[in-house]
């Protein structure tokens, strides 16, 4: 049996850290002396700590790890580990997405010397949207659900006989964006207009091209609103986006194209 110092040596985790896992119910002490309150711990937990320490190094939150140091079932346990791989690889991509941002503006600003000029490379025009044939879906979602609501839409293509033209797009409706939960219309491009859920007349629109990951977008959308706002118009409806250029077309993110339109008029 090891004294909680000596099981915090050897695990290299700190005396604070193991109360904290005894109250919450992760990690107990094998024994508690009822007179002097001193904590126990056999050597064979000396494994499940160093596991406990590995899962978090993995990313799992301390309520995760809970249930899968409990989990017995091989496939429900690879199935677990297989989402958090998929998850921190996602998380390592975003990193090299924003590393190259970074990278992008400390250039920016050496040469212009104006820490905000990154935010004013937008060219923004007035022109109409163009008229568009789209199977579309519009939830309630998240904007890390669009390729689950995307790939509904991907499956009718042969089922409905349709002809995909290599265009997507989403609109939103809520006046307040919510990244977890917001009122959202995906749809993509077809040739077909009798076998369209709808057709997306062409409309009066603001307009400006934004260029890179995803993440950046509200500079656009910011630099749209404020020439919207310096120059007369007003927005009549839910803006929306193509998308012109994506991974799916073997580009890095920097060399992404997407298309922001807000329908306006003249005030």
Known sequence: MLQIGEFSRVCQVSVKT??????????????????????????????TMNYIKRL????????????????????????????????LKREQQEMAIIL??????ISVFERTGDIMTYQKGYTIEVKHSPAMNVLATRAVMGVDEFGRYYGTLFERVPKEQVTYTGLNGS????????????????FIEIKEKDKADTVL????CAMTVHHGGYSTLSE????VVSWISENGYKITGAPFELYIKTQFDSLSPEDWETEIYFPVQKK
């Open 100 to 105: 190259n941002e970074l990278q992008t503006h």
């Open 18 to 47: 193991l109360h904290h896992y005894d109250k919450i119910g992760l990690l107990a002490p094998a024994e508690v002396d009822r007179f002097t309150g001193y904590r126990y711990y056999r050597t064979e937990q000396i494994d």
């Open 56 to 87: 978090k190094r993995y990313g799992f939150s301390l309520e995760e790890i809970q249930h899968l140091i409990t989990v017995s079932d091989h496939k429900e346990l690879m199935a677990l580990l297989r989402r958090q791989k998929e998850k």
């Open 201 to 204: 007349e062409p409309c009066e």
């Open 171 to 186: 609109r939103y409706y809520d006046e307040e964006f919510n990244k977890d939960s917001s009122d959202i219309e995906v």
């Open 220 to 223: 656009a959308y910011g630099a």
